[in-house]
């Protein structure tokens, strides 16, 4: 079900009207049974995965809880001797357990998701040597796995760093993982940031209610006007790879179209929740204000983000293997060089997975790999680049030098965009290539009028602006909702009729579907 | 809290107001030849003074392009009027009919029943041609919510809100498409839209000769006629079933089927495809397109034949000496001036 149907609306609606007529101790239950339904109406029998997913998290929970207190009461009775022995044995068991969850999880998401660009790629290498290939089979995604495995993942391991003590009810647990404003495209909440918010019955607030629905217009808004605007010159654009300008301006609006079309669908889905009074964690925080790659990859897609941090990144910084070679570096190496290596090892793994997580081909693996190069460079580079700065004595706080770091990273991240876009590899490096050759300055010929670029130009001057207030701190909506009743009802009456009039949507216009909606 | 509420619902009112208000900006003008002036056909019924109308010609293309309401005046003093949409089906017929009756109460409907037995679909835009300049009411409500048309609810919706249908159109938006969007200006030719072009129709001999096809009547279709029929009895106005000359989608076997159900309706049915040589009308210079619609000359003999029809076999007011209709001179007057700018190509 996509949020920009009728169909969702209603959906929503009913499912709000049902959580506030129960009361606050069964409203959870109300959410839990309004996700599954949803889910139904949308993946069909392919729940049934959502509910593996959701039955290994909650049993491995329950194991880890069951050996943590058998451990409790044990460990009294060992002689100090056997304790170190006796740990090490829990351990063990407890790994083994998350080691189990994970393989039948991302085993799931692996089969479903990856098999056909692995068995695909086996065969290519089958028919070098004459071998006859293997079948391929395509399976229907279910709606959000990718999403929902890592979020069902991080609850194990968080129990199994003692994080979160595992839940014992079962509804609880399934209701985490099936919230269905998450379901599209996330954010990939962990258990800590949502759980309480999701359990806890709110009370009925006019204000959320309100918000929530200012919070969905915006994302209409971002999704209908320009998102969808946007791609009518992108897809013209990536189809034909024309020369100069008009392909470089195609890799902006890409940028442009996939922000807000991913940033409008998280509006709709942090508005959605709002108004049941869930808080959901934001994903976007102003991504074209960056300075640096890093900074850009903590402002945009933040849920992916930090889960990588924390469950890829951390986990192999701090393996055995890793702290060793790192030792070895630091006594061997000069220290910027043994900085760099300490790094480079975990973040390959960081970038590949954060490549391989948007889709499974090699494009989306370059894609991290590209991320991966930028951040090294960076890192080898920055001693040198300090010393340039400082020998032309260049204020890093200097708002010159912070709008070209802006730029840059702006740059680079178009560019990355324009290969996130590209049908295949070599598409992207045929049309990076048609970047540097002359062709005539057509802009006008890949479907967007005069009109068009005029809105999607005031839609970046409006980002820019609003983005600096907020960077300031200011927060906009509390701005608005101190205006008198008059203004503050004439902004959502400008934000309708602009949606109605300059959307796309309809016949003539065909809605697509939210671009992150296939991951 | 009331405060609250009651400002949000006004909030929604002046929202829903604009966006209503807003729409006919945003319709296609359809007010040239190539549309076959069908906003001005329909717009111009409705600036009719209500109840002036003695008679009403109605159907689809076939009438609008055969029919000269202004000769009729001209001739006999008849006010009449042609309310017509292009590519219509039985079912738009009826919705029509029932539209055309909410502010005119006629003696006499001419109906076309052309396409009787048509019961695929309408073109996306002959229905919109229909319905989205009639004016709000419960006949437009029933019509776009009757199962038969398949609408969805967005659809729907774009009935009432045409620019949820049109918005696309902002970038290309001109002086006329705010200057025609209200109001309702007479059309001059009363709902003909004129033709000079010729083209023969080459099967003019055979069109009528298949003597052993037949052609059944849908119920799909038939059920609107008959609710057609009904509605006239209901309103007492005398219901005549013509078919204009149409070589293209008639044939003696339609006429059979046709002739059938008048007798059984008990309604006279004027078969203009038998009357061709009392019209002294000619296939090879009375028809635009080929037999499929007639130009203004072939207009000009059925609407003659059409007049001493009804002259002879109905009572009808001349209404040259009221006063009520002083404006119709004026309108026969630039009707005959573009008419005759038509023929000489100006």
Known sequence: MSFLTIKYALFLFIAILIYYIFPKKYRWITLLISSYIFYYISSKFLTIFLLISTITIYLAGLFINKINISEKQLSKNIKPEEKKQYKNNIKKQKRLIVLLTIIINFGILGVLKYSGFALNNINHLLSIFNTPPMPIMTFVLPLGISYYTLMALSYVVDVYRGKLKATKNFGKLALYLSFFPQMIEGPISKFDQTAKSLYEGHKFKIDNLIYGISLIILGVFKKLVIADRAGIYVNNIFKTTPHGLPMFLGAILYTLQIYAEFSGCMDIVLGSGKMFGVNLPENFKRPFFSKSIQEFWRRWHITLGAWIKDYIFYPISLSKLNMKTGSFFKKHLPKSLAKFLIVAFPLLFVWLYNGIWHGASFKYIAYGLYYYILIMIGILLAPLLLKIRTKLKINQENIIYKIYEMLRTTLFVVIGMMLFRSHSLMTFIKSFMNLFKKGPINIMDFGLKPFDFIVLIIYIIALIIIGIYQEKGIVIYDKIKKQNIFIKYLIYFVAIISIIILGIYGKGYDTSSFIYGQF | ?346
């Open chain 2, 1 to 346: 809290m009331i405060k609250k509420i009651i400002s949000f619902i006004i909030f929604i009112i002046v929202t829903i107001l604009t966006l209503y208000i807003i729409s006919p900006i945003f319709i296609p003008k359809w007010t040239k030849s190539e549309d076959n002036y069908i906003t001005k056909i329909v717009r111009g019924y409705y600036a009719e003074k209500d109840n002036s109308l003695d008679i009403l010609f109605m159907g689809n293309s076939d009438m609008y392009r055969g029919m000269m309401p202004i000769y009729l005046w001209n001739e006999y003093g008849i006010a009449s009027y042609s309310y017509t949409s292009s590519g219509q089906r039985m079912w738009t017929a009826y919705y029509v009919l029932e539209d055309a009756l909410r502010s005119q109460n006629p003696d006499i409907i001419v109906f076309n029943v052309d396409s009787f037995n048509f019961v695929n679909h309408s073109s996306e835009s002959c229905y919109r041609k229909a319905f989205d300049n009639m004016q709000l009411s419960l006949t437009k409500l029933k019509a776009i919510n009757d199962p038969i048309y398949e609408f969805s609810l967005f659809d729907k919706l774009s009935f009432i809100f045409p620019v949820l249908r049109y918005h696309s159109r902002i970038s290309e938006l001109t002086k006329e498409d705010f200057k025609e969007a209200y109001g309702y200006h007479t059309f001059e030719t009363k709902g003909q839209d004129m033709s000079a072009d010729i083209k023969p129709f080459e099967a003019k001999d055979i069109y009528m000769e298949n003597r052993y096809e037949t052609v059944a009547f849908p119920e799909k279709t038939k059920a609107y006629v008959n609710k057609i029929v009904n509605l006239c009895k209901k309103k007492d106005i005398k219901l005549i079933l013509v078919e204009l000359p149409s070589g293209d989608s008639w044939s003696y076997a339609k006429n059979q089927t046709m002739t059938k159900y008048a007798k059984e309706k008990n309604l006279p049915f004027l078969d203009f495809n038998l009357l061709l040589d009392e019209m002294d009308f000619d296939w090879n210079h009375d028809t635009a397109d080929g037999g499929d619609h007639l130009n203004i000359y072939g207009a000009l003999k059925v609407t003659k034949y059409m007049g001493k029809y009804l002259k002879e076999n109905y009572d009808i007011k001349d209404r040259r000496k009221d006063k009520n209709y002083a404006d119709w001179f004026e309108t026969s007057k630039i009707y005959n001036k573009n008419r005759k700018n038509l023929i000489n190509g100006v």
